[in-house]
Structures are given as structure tokens and as C-alpha cells.
């Protein structure tokens, strides 16, 4: 069965600080990847997301995140975090062509930012 | 586009009640899924349908849980009888078309059965 890792349950970042979240999924076929957010108050959002083509995607606000398959990753990252980017980010994996109900969350890690 | 409108946003009842959830998906999506969200277990698929049909519910928990869409515009998710354990985040998500497309989802229901 296919699952997601998210390692970090919490992370705490000063303004500025660089980010990278770290998501592994397992399954040894080929997958959709996606990365949404959850501000606090607010509702899940798409981040960005990954289908086909080049590995390295880009996401509103500034974020990205990069597929390496050998590796079963699709770290989630930003160069210079606001305090506004303070919420909790989940990464999300779907076998390739499969139903949308095979969509599989981790459970999420959570970022503050200290202004 | 009002997004995908759920109701209500906090629920608090007693062990044995029975709960009712309700969600508006938004306007022309086909898709609607039920979530639920815990610290133990994250986001987890009960149910989904597609054009108001029931497509796969294997992640109701069990029978006590039951999930309907009489039409495109509304779903509810019941349970009944209620548990502690049920205490969680409820979730309603909406989709157009196939597995392209982004999930849209409301700002939950927290439930808290005491």
C-alpha cells in the first residue's frame, strides 16, 4: 500500500531562514505528487503539484519542490520564509492515472515562522 | 465562487447523539470527498463520489458512519450512534473532472463527542 512520510512534525524558523520539508512516499510505480497548505483558521490549499516533466516545480508564494525518483522524494522548499508563510503543509501522493480517491496525505508538518 | 461551504464549523455532543455534517460543494464539480483529520492518523478518505454516486467508502470506519449526496449541490456525512473517538476534523472536498485536478476543500467541522 502506498503511504506518505513527512518527517519533521514541527519546524520553527526565524524570518528569512530558508525552508526545505522533507516528504517520502512509498510506492514503486509512477506517481502525482502534491504539496498543500493549511494556514492557520483556514482551508487546505494547492501548493503546487507534480504530474510529468521537469522534476523541479514551482509553486505560488515563492515555494518549490523537486522530484527525485530515485530517492522517493518531493521536498518542499523556499529560499526565504515570511511570517506569513506560518501554517501547516502537507504532502500528498497519487498513483499515476489513478481515481482521485487514491490520493494519499502524510500527516502533516507544521511551520512557524518567528517574525 | 464561494468554494466548498461546510456546516457546521464546531460541534459538540454527547457519546450516543447523532451527528450530521453537511457540505456544499462548489458549483459543477463532479467530485466530492469526506476527510477526516486526526493527530494520529492525519487525513484520511472515509468516502467519494463521482455525479453523486458513491464510488468507494472503504475508509468509513464502520457503520456507525454513513455518507449520502441526494444531490450535485450537497452531501452529508451522519453518524450515529456518536463516540469519544470520533472526536476529529471533518473535511469536504470538491473536484472538476478526473485525476488532473487540484482537490478543493472547506474549512472543516471539528466535532467533540463527550
Known amino acids: 500500500a502506498q503511504s506518505v512520510s513527512q518527517h519533521n512534525h514541527h519546524v520553527i524558523l526565524s524570518e528569512a531562514a530558508s525552508l526545505e520539508l522533507g516528504c517520502n512516499y512509498s510506492y514503486g510505480g509512477t506517481v502525482n505528487l502534491f504539496w498543500y497548505v493549511q494556514y492557520p483558521g483556514q482551508h487546505l490549499q494547492l501548493l503546487l503539484k507534480y504530474f510529468s516533466g521537469d522534476p523541479l516545480v514551482k509553486g505560488i508564494k515563492g515555494f518549490e519542490a523537486e522530484f527525485i525518483k530515485s530517492k522517493f522524494s518531493f521536498n518542499l522548499r523556499k529560499p526565504s520564509v515570511q511570517w506569513s508563510d506560518t501554517a501547516e503543509y502537507f504532502c500528498a501522493v497519487r498513483n499515476y492515472g489513478g481515481s482521485q480517491g487514491n490520493l494519499i496525505f502524510g500527516k502533516g508538518t507544521k511551520l512557524s515562522v518567528k517574525p | 465562487d464561494a468554494g466548498v461551504i461546510q456546516s457546521p464549523r464546531h460541534e459538540v455532543t454527547e457519546m450516543g447523539q447523532e451527528v450530521t455534517l453537511r457540505c456544499k460543494p462548489i458549483?459543477?464539480?463532479?467530485?466530492l470527498f469526506w476527510y477526516r483529520q486526526t493527530m494520529m492518523r492525519g487525513l484520511e478518505l472515509l468516502i467519494y463520489?463521482?455525479?453523486?454516486?458513491?464510488?468507494?467508502d472503504s475508509g468509513m470506519p464502520e457503520d456507525r458512519f454513513s455518507a449520502k449526496m441526494p444531490n450535485a449541490s450537497f452531501s452529508t456525512l451522519k453518524i450515529q450512534p456518536s463516540e469519544p473517538r470520533d472526536s476529529a476534523v471533518y473535511f469536504c472536498?470538491?473536484?472538476?473532472?478526473?485525476?488532473?485536478?487540484?482537490?478543493?476543500f472547506g474549512n472543516g467541522t471539528r466535532l467533540t463527542v463527550t
Open positions: 472536498a470538491s473536484s472538476l473532472g478526473g485525476y488532473n485536478s487540484p482537490l478543493h
Open positions: 463520489f463521482n455525479n453523486n454516486v458513491p464510488i468507494d
Open positions: 458549483s459543477g464539480h463532479d467530485y
